[in-house]
C-alpha cells in the first residue's frame, strides 16, 4: 500500500492515519508510525524518493491489512516535504511532473524490490494500492493526478 505523506513518515492526518490504523493490530496508526520512522533514512525522505518498509509479519498477523489483503509492505513515496497546495506552490506543470516521477519512482522500486528477492528472500509485491498522489493535503485537482499517474504506468 503507498504512504504519499510527507517526507518526515508521520502518519498522524488523512490517508496515511488511515494506513497506520490498517496495519496495526490495536488500530493505533502510531505503532505503524514507528516502523516507518526506523526504515526511513535518519527520518527523512526528500520528496520523489521512495522507500520500501516491510513490517514483520508476527507484528501485524491480527492486522487488517495482513488479513483482509496480506499486505505486510507500505510503500514510503513522500509527494511533499510538509503540508502545501501543490499546485498553487509549484505550479500545475511542475506538480504534474512530480506526481508523474512519484509513480514512476514506485513502480521501479517494487520491481528492484522483487527482483532482489532472491538473494534476500520473502513476499514478493504482486498488487500496489495506489491512492491519488498529491490529491489530499496537496490540493491536487483528481483528473490531473490520474492523467499523470496513467501517463507513467
Known amino acids: 500500500i503507498v504512504s504519499p505523506g510527507n517526507s ?3 502518519l498522524g492526518g488523512g490517508l ?3 494506513i497506520g490504523e490498517i496495519f496495526s493490530p ?3 496508526h502510531k505503532d505503524v508510525e ?4 526506523d526504515g526511513l533514512n535518519n527520518g527523512y525522505r526528500p520528496p520523489g524518493t521512495v522507500k520500501i518498509i516491510t513490517i514483520p509479519n508476527e507484528k501485524l498477523r491480527r492486522s487488517l491489512a495482513f488479513e483482509k489483503l496480506q499486505a505486510n509492505s ?3 513515496a513522500p509527494t511533499m516535504r510538509s503540508p502545501i497546495n501543490l499546485v498553487k506552490d509549484l505550479g500545475e ?5 512530480l506526481i508523474f516521477d512519484i509513480t514512476w519512482q514506485i513502480l521501479t522500486e517494487v520491481d528492484a524490490f522483487n527482483k532482489n528477492l532472491h538473494i534476500k528472500g520473502g513476499d514478493r509485491i504482486e498488487t500496489i494500492v495506489l491512492p491519488g498522489l498529491g490529491t489530499g493535503y496537496g490540493k491536487i485537482p483528481y483528473e490531473m493526478a490520474s492523467k499523470s499517474m496513467l501517463a507513467a504506468v
Do not use: E, V
Not at 34 to 37: A, E, G, Q, S
Not at 93 to 97: C, E, G, L, T, V
Open 16 to 18: 496515511d492515519k488511515h
Open 74 to 76: 507500505i510503500i514510503h
Open 34 to 37: 514507528r516502523f516507518i520512522l
Open 93 to 97: 506543470s511542475h506538480a504534474y511532473r
Open 26 to 28: 490495536n488500530k493505533n
Open 8 to 10: 518526515l513518515g508521520y
